[in-house]
């Protein structure tokens, strides 16, 4: 069983709806990343969390730390979210990023 | 402030040849983070440096494997002899000298190895 699992794996969605992709954790964490991944490859952070919420535009994450769960939401959803995201932990101490498998999310008009 | 760079953005080589990939960190900025993305997989750690040490390389296969970070330069990771299944994206990121822990990582754009 892997560290951190996401879900769902892939995910398609019509322009203009409200998107939710979970992730799951079984160890200690001292924070929390979510990352986009662009069909050409390049990686962007988008948010790191160690608790409560954060808000970017139209994206939301939040972190449940007793639950060991964050959830990713994007209201109004464009084509141009159309990406794969990866949630990633800092486990215990360590500086190095544990990630998840991916959500592929798919945006069509 | 550019970002952090990394070259070449694709690189192929025949089995047997030495591979290697840069990394130049964004300007501030001494940890870097080196991880590999195999087809279909998710990205996975190999190493974590800064300016002349190596502090994690949990993740650096034993062999072929090895990364440094000079006190002048970029980051490079070598693999020598290269096979088939070193093929993937590589991506370095790196992050500012307080504690690396809470910083956020800023990815590159990544180096796509193909072995013929």
């Known amino acids: 069983k892997n560290e951190v699992e996401q879900s769902p794996q892939n995910l398609t969605a019509q322009e203009g709806e409200f998107i939710t992709i979970n992730c799951s954790y079984s160890v200690g964490i001292s924070a929390l990343h979510w990352l986009q991944q662009h069909p050409g490859g390049g990686i962007v952070s988008l948010f790191m969390?160690?608790?409560g919420k954060k808000k970017h535009g139209r994206l939301i994450a939040t972190i449940n730390i007793q639950e060991k769960h964050s959830s990713l939401h994007i209201t109004a959803s464009h084509p141009r979210d159309s990406a794969v995201y990866i949630c990633a932990v800092n486990t215990g101490t360590a500086s190095k990023l544990t990630f998840g498998t991916g959500t592929r999310l798919q945006v069509t008009l | 402030n550019a970002g952090v760079m990394q070259n070449p953005r694709h690189l192929v080589r025949r089995r047997g040849q030495e591979a290697r990939l840069r990394c130049s960190p964004m300007k501030g900025h001494s940890h870097v983070y080196w991880y590999r993305q195999l087809p279909e997989e998710g990205l996975k750690f190999m190493v974590y440096l800064q300016k002349e040490n190596i502090i994690d390389e949990s993740g650096m296969p034993k062999e072929r494997f090895s990364a440094e970070f000079p006190k002048e330069g970029p980051s490079i990771l070598r693999i020598q002899q290269v096979v088939r299944g070193d093929s993937a994206a590589y991506f370095c990121?790196?992050?500012?000298?307080?504690?690396?822990?809470?910083?956020?990582?800023?990815f590159g754009p990544g180096t796509r190895l193909t072995v013929l």
């Open positions: 969390l160690s608790s």
């Open positions: 990121a790196s992050s500012p000298p307080d504690s690396p822990v809470y910083n956020e990582q800023f």
